[in-house]
């Protein structure tokens, strides 16, 4: 029998990455998350459920023994396949003003991903992080991070970081993410193919998925609304408002009794609002202008509707508050459930998330969308097995 390979997943989450190691078949030996919600959710699914030998520590990175963590979970030194992780990126964000989030302490996380790296030393690494990760301002963390990497002895596949989007790997969201990938310098090959090829694509046999994907099909007059504001909104011809409602694929209904069907509770003005907000409405088509509105004419995301015939917006940690970004239900008069933005990270709906709604978003949202880690570890996985041939 084929020994699997092994893994472990630093600021793991809720588990998106550890899933999709599970998934492809690879052994997750240890998960490390601060969060305890977090942890709870990871454990609960993970290692409770899905039977994964996983040793989960809900503790500080900063504080971790990490020479223990060798004896714990009985690996030696360099025989690790593939170190996962995404350090949390706020400091990085793109939605930081001007040099807001430089000196962010979550920043220093990244070289402490490292020191994990320096001693566990494995044959590979794939961290995750927001594009704002390569922008000058933040220069210093990655440069440091690149050349700690080539002091100890690992090549970046690819030479630099790679943006990779979650819906060219069959994620229905336009979610664009910084990816780092290593090899150990005697691991590495001259013939690596990286980043893996797009499983979805723009069009054709495997087109993006839409956020339609995510919801459950509505009735005939939300149908034929879509139709008229698809003419109305985008000029759409009827024959090809017809044919883009027609190709929308819908999910499945969710179960009532899901702890995931779960949406924010509105005030009755903001629920006029919804009211008044039209299928593929935006936050100006709504009536309501807040005073913070009326000389700025951005962020028109904000309490619009989804629109279910493309990707969804990214789904952050607020990712149930209309208040966020493009959070409102496609149709209905609330914001979206937290099993919808599940659904839209590609988590089955088997998957539970703990804590309140205000955790579980946060979960959601952090995490790395489980189709497309797939894809990315599977690949990995196929490199590696191909070394040990």
Same mark, same amino acid.
């Given at each position: 029998m084929v020994q699997k390979l092994t893994a472990i997943d630093l600021f793991s989450g809720a588990g998106g990455f550890s899933l999709a190691a599970h998934n492809a078949g690879v052994d997750v030996l240890a998960a490390i998350e601060f969060d305890r919600h977090a942890a709870e959710t990871y454990?609960?699914?993970?290692?409770?459920?899905?039977?994964?030998?996983?040793?989960?520590?809900?503790?500080?990175?900063?504080?971790?023994?990490?020479?223990?963590?060798?004896?714990? $979970?009985?690996?030696?030194?360099?025989?690790?396949?593939?170190?996962? #992780?995404?350090? @949390?990126?706020?400091?990085? !964000? +793109?939605?930081?003003i001007n040099d807001s989030g430089k000196d962010d302490p979550r920043n220093a996380l990244l070289i402490r991903y490292f020191d994990f790296v320096e001693h566990l030393k494995p044959k590979s690494?794939?961290?995750?992080?927001?594009?704002?990760?390569?922008?000058?301002?933040?220069?210093?963390?990655?440069?440091?991070f690149l050349n700690l990497s080539k002091k100890h002895g690992y090549t970046i596949v690819a030479g630099e970081p790679l943006i990779l989007n979650a819906r060219d790997y069959g994620v229905p969201q336009n979610r664009r993410r910084a990816f780092i990938f290593a090899f150990r310098d005697d691991v590495m090959q001259e013939d $690596?193919?990286?980043?893996?090829?797009?499983?979805?694509?723009?069009? #054709?046999?495997? @087109?993006?998925?839409?956020? !339609? +994907?995510?919801f459950e099909k509505p009735n005939k007059v939300v149908l034929d609304t879509f139709r008229k504001r698809l003419e109305e909104k985008f000029g759409h011809s009827k024959e090809e408002s017809n044919q883009v409602v027609a190709s929308l694929k819908w999910g499945k209904n969710i179960d009532p009794q899901d702890s995931c069907n779960l949406s924010m509770t509105h005030s009755k003005t903001l629920t006029r609002v919804f009211e008044n907000t039209p299928l593929l409405g935006d936050r100006d088509e709504s009536g309501r202008e807040l005073d913070c509105h009326k000389n700025y004419k951005g962020h028109k995301d904000v309490y619009g509707r989804i629109y279910p015939h493309i990707q969804a917006n990214t789904i952050t940690a607020g990712c149930n508050n209309p208040s966020k970004g493009r959070f409102v239900h496609p149709w209905l008069n609330h914001g979206i459930t937290l099993r919808h933005a599940a659904r839209l990270q590609t988590f089955p709906d088997?998957?539970?998330?703990?804590?309140?709604?205000?955790?579980?978003?946060k979960q959601i949202g952090n995490a790395v969308p489980v189709a497309m880690a797939q894809v990315l570890i599977n690949h990995i996985k196929l490199i590696l097995e191909k070394k040990m041939d």
């Open positions: 454990k609960n699914n993970l290692v409770d459920r899905l039977d994964a030998k996983t040793q989960v520590y809900a503790k500080d990175i900063t504080e971790f023994d990490i020479d223990s963590l060798l004896n714990d $979970i009985g690996i030696r030194k360099g025989n690790l396949d593939i170190l996962l #992780g995404g350090p @949390p990126c706020q400091g990085f !964000s +793109s939605h930081r690494f794939l961290v995750e992080n927001v594009p704002g990760l390569l922008w000058p301002r933040h220069e210093k963390y990655l440069k440091d $690596i193919d990286w980043p893996p090829s797009p499983t979805h694509h723009k069009s #054709g046999d495997s @087109p993006w998925l839409t956020a !339609s +994907s995510a088997d998957y539970i998330f703990t804590g309140g709604s205000i955790a579980m978003a």
